[in-house]
Structures are given as structure tokens and as C-alpha cells.
T-cell receptor, first 117, second 115 residues
Framework: DTAVSQTPKYLVTQMGNDKSIKCEQN?????MYWYKQDSKKFLKIMFS???????INETVPNRFSPKSPDKAHLNLHINSLELGDSAVYFC????????????????FGPGTRLTVT | DQQVKQNSPSLSVQEGRISILNCDYT??????FLWYKKYPAEGPTFLIS?????DKNEDGRFTVFLNKSAKHLSLHIVPSQPGDSAVYFC??????????????FGQGTELSVKP
């Protein structure tokens, strides 16, 4: 029974298209995250939601819009896709944001490899 | 501006020997450092952490050492096993005002343990 799942696993699309990636966690966690791993393998946080409320919004183009319909789901919608958006996108969750160790012991999904042509 | 650096992109070790993975950081204001392990086509998984007030934490074959004066930490794996072959990410955990906890990752070191 997968703790953090993402769909789709692979996504190939053309420049200018709009696409969504879905994430679900069944761990009962309050906080969910989106990370981007670029071609140089850096893993960087993009967004964080706590109980459906946006709490971290890094310097990300506003073509990226996260949506959290409930605390078990965090979806990522990307408008007008560009070549530079090609990356692996990881969803993650953690019990909370208190700054205690459990905040940082995050559970990651398997990733979605996005390729923009 | 890379706040967490793993200067060795790869490391190869013989089975049974010690693996030492290194990480340097620039910011002294952190709560924890963590190590994550990642296999191909999977997400990172949490391995071990260390609090900013400690200098060592051990969990089975894995030990993390923190040297605050040098702003350096290392992960020791003893003895190394072929199943340890993966990419290891060092991550700084920091509480940001009004943003909660945040992880800042290094770029990873690929460990290969040869039988």
C-alpha cells in the first residue's frame, strides 16, 4: 500500500501545453510538498502546504500553480510548458511544520519525469 | 548560491569496507541535518538525522558526524553492502518564520559498493 503516490510517472508533452501532476498520501500527514530535481540532480523545494494552506512558495514562475483539495492531496498544474520545465517532480509529505525532527523526515513519492519537447 | 554542498559526485567502495560521504554547509542557523538515500526511479527515503546540538548519531551501520566549527558533516557506513549502492543526499532542515520547516538539499553523491 503506497504511502505517497504520484500520477503519472512519465509525462511527455510539447511546449506551450498545460499539464497536471497529481499526488496523494495515505499517511495522515498535515503537510505536503513539491520538489523539482533538475538535470544537474539538484533537489529543490517549490511549494509546501499545511492543512490545505500554502506556507512555502519558493521563487517559482507563476505558470506553476499547486492546488490542495484536501490535506491528503496536492496537485501541481503547469501552464504554457517550456523546455526548461523538463525535470523530475517529487511530491512529499510530513507530519507537520513545527520544526521538530518529524517535520524533516519527509516521505517522498516515486517522482514524475516530465519531458517537454 | 549553494548552501549545502556535496563535493564528491561519486564514490566507489569495496563490500565490507567503510563508506564515508561528506557534506559542507554555509548557514549556521539550522535545526537538523539529515541524510536521504535514493535508488533509481524511486523517491528519496530518510536514512538518519542529527540535531544541531549533537556531534554524533548512530543507527546500526550508519553514523553521522557533525563538526560545527568546520561546518562539515559526514555519513559513515560500516560495513558497506552492495545494497547500499544509491545516491545519498545531505539535507539541512531549517525552520523559516511563517513558512514552517524546510529542507535544503545538496546535489548528492552516488555510492557504488562493489562485491
Amino acid at each position: 500500500d503506497t504511502a505517497v503516490s504520484q500520477t503519472p510517472k512519465y509525462l511527455v508533452t510539447q511546449m506551450g501545453n498545460d499539464k497536471s501532476i497529481k499526488c496523494e498520501q495515505n499517511l495522515g500527514h498535515d503537510t505536503m510538498y513539491w520538489y523539482k530535481q533538475d538535470s544537474k540532480k539538484f533537489l529543490k523545494i517549490m511549494f509546501s502546504y499545511n492543512n490545505k494552506e500554502l506556507i512555502i512558495n519558493e521563487t517559482v514562475p507563476n505558470r506553476f500553480s499547486p492546488k490542495s483539495p484536501d490535506k491528503a492531496h496536492l496537485n501541481l498544474h503547469i501552464n504554457s510548458l517550456e523546455l526548461g520545465d523538463s525535470a523530475v517532480y517529487f511530491c512529499a509529505s510530513s507530519p507537520g511544520t513545527s520544526g521538530r525532527i518529524k517535520t524533516y523526515e519527509q516521505y517522498f513519492g516515486p517522482g514524475t519525469r516530465l519531458t517537454v519537447t | 548560491d549553494q548552501q549545502v554542498k556535496q563535493n564528491s559526485p561519486s564514490l566507489s567502495v569495496q563490500e565490507g569496507r567503510i563508506s564515508i560521504l561528506n557534506c559542507d554547509y554555509t548557514n549556521s542557523m539550522f535545526d537538523y541535518f539529515l541524510w536521504y538515500k535514493k535508488y533509481p526511479a524511486e523517491g528519496p527515503t530518510f536514512l538518519i538525522s542529527i540535531s544541531s546540538i549533537k556531534d554524533k548519531n548512530e543507527d546500526g551501520r550508519f553514523t553521522v558526524f557533525l563538526n560545527k566549527s568546520a561546518k562539515h558533516l559526514s555519513l559513515h557506513i560500516v560495513p558497506s553492502q552492495p545494497g547500499d549502492s544509491a545516491v545519498y543526499f545531505c539535507a539541512e532542515g531549517r525552520q523559516i518564520y511563517n513558512q514552517g520547516g524546510k529542507l535544503i538539499f545538496g546535489q548528492g553523491t552516488e555510492l557504488s559498493v562493489k562485491p
